[in-house]
């Protein structure tokens, strides 16, 4: 699989079997790494040397030659007997800290890259993990980290109040927003109850609503 969770308290190993011909590979080792890129800026702004994204390897380990045993789940043992000698199985865990996947939807304008966070799984032949992987000899695929959230019991419903005052004249405009709870998921309806309480003597003539995401980058 692709997608392996995060549920709070622990996350989904990242787990596979990698087919290796013994000839190409000689005396040469089997290395993998997992590696999340972080873009925060459109790819096509990208000039002189200036770039928008960072790179971050949070696994690097060999898989061939290994004396580690690591315990296999079933499917790695289906994998193992229908591939033959040849099989090398691999198992890499994720940081409990590390960011989940998150594809922001581009303009109809943009070119390149979403910006959002990726995950690439990367398997390379090389004489040490230093070396950098090629083409030739090495297989990528790209794979999420999910988040799910168990809610616990609600102790309050979100709510905020905000107040307005109006030059030369008496009274404030209050509005009050109460959420019906505090996380949501995809699909989910967000109902919003809202309260109005105008001391003034302002005519209250429309409401606007808007919902609007937002993110922050750590340079």
Not at 63 to 88: C, M, T, V
Not at 157 to 162: D, L, N
Not at 196 to 212: G, P
Request: charged share 25%; with cysteine; glycine share 6%.
């Amino acid at each position: 699989k692709r997608d392996f969770g995060d549920y709070g308290d622990s996350v989904e190993p990242v787990e596979g079997v990698v087919l290796v011909d013994s000839d190409y590979l000689k005396d040469r080792k089997v290395f993998g790494q997992v590696v999340t890129t972080f873009r925060y800026g459109r790819e096509e702004d990208e000039v002189m040397g200036l770039h928008f994204s960072r790179q971050l390897y949070l696994a690097l380990d060999q898989i061939y030659p290994n004396d580690q045993q690591s315990e296999k789940s079933e499917l790695q043992d289906k994998l193992l007997r229908k591939l033959g000698d040849n099989a090398i199985p691999f198992t890499f865990d994720l940081p409990e800290n590390a960011p989940p996947s998150v594809t922001l939807q581009p303009g109809s304008d943009d070119q390149g890259a979403p910006l959002g966070v990726d995950y690439e799984l990367k398997l390379f032949i090389a004489e040490s993990k230093e070396e950098k992987p090629h083409r030739r000899n090495s297989v990528s695929m790209a794979i999420r980290k999910l988040q799910y959230y168990q809610p616990g019991p609600m102790v309050r419903q979100p709510s905020t109040m905000v107040s307005k005052g109006f030059v030369l004249s008496p009274g404030k405009l209050q509005l009050e927003v109460t959420l019906d709870k505090e996380y949501y998921f995809h699909g989910d309806k967000i109902a919003v109850q809202m309260v109005v309480t105008n001391h003034s003597k302002k005519t209250i003539r429309y409401v606007l609503r808007r919902l609007c995401t937002s993110y922050s980058s750590l340079q």
